[in-house]
């Protein structure tokens, strides 16, 4: 199975990506209340976006019509919570692939077959479950914040310790779905 390859650059190392966004939005703090967004969820948007550029997806995942160029979904349950941090995202460039935001309806058949990546946050209790054996082994790079989200089956679990959120990744899960991890945000990652 090919897989869409994202050639990294020396800047675009992860902890300089990480770093920088951390320090951006560190610095934005002050205008979290004015987009809506809470300071916790401007920096989980950016790792939503500093994921996309370090987890590589199998040219089926994007349909026939797959090329370097397809585009990468974020999918969230409930985009309320991340203010206008998500909107920021919409359009923006990994490569040459461009980035979407969606908010699928669950409970509608095929609401999820879209997606690259699939947030679900604490609050989604009552579904995630559901949603996680949906894409089960299917090339959706997962991302929740509860805790034990990666023994429930998920991908990358958020963890929040000392004032930071910082992550954990289910490897095995990873390959599972057909997507392959760069080794140098594995090193990021904590360890169980």
């Known amino acids: 199975m090919a897989l869409i390859r994202k050639r ?3 800047a675009e190392r992860p902890q300089v990506l990480f770093a920088w966004a951390a320090l951006a939005l560190a610095c934005q703090a002050g205008a979290a209340e004015h987009s809506g967004a809470s300071l916790e969820y401007q920096v989980k948007a950016a790792y939503l976006f500093n994921f ?3 987890v590589e997806w199998p040219e089926a995942a994007q349909g026939e019509a797959a090329t370097d160029a397809a ?3 974020i999918c969230v349950l409930d985009s309320r919570p991340f203010g206008d941090a998500l909107k920021k995202l919409e359009g923006q460039q990994v490569g040459e692939r461009v980035l979407t935001v969606a908010v699928p309806k669950i409970g509608e058949p095929g609401a999820i077959d879209h997606c690259s990546i699939l947030f ?3 609050r989604a ?3 995630r479950d559901e949603l996680l054996r949906k894409v089960d082994g299917k090339p959706v790079l997962t991302i929740g914040d509860s805790t034990g989200f990666l023994s429930e089956g998920g991908i990358v679990e958020l963890v929040r310790r000392r004032g930071r959120i910082l992550f954990r990744i289910d490897v095995k899960h990873a390959r599972r779905a057909g997507l392959r991890v760069d080794p ?3 090193g990021l990652a904590l360890e169980d």
């Open 184 to 186: 140098q945000l594995l």
């Open 8 to 10: 990294l650059r020396l």
């Open 125 to 127: 209790n009552g579904v």
């Open 71 to 73: 585009p990468i979904s």
């Open 52 to 54: 996309t550029r370090f």
């Open 120 to 122: 679900l946050d604490r």
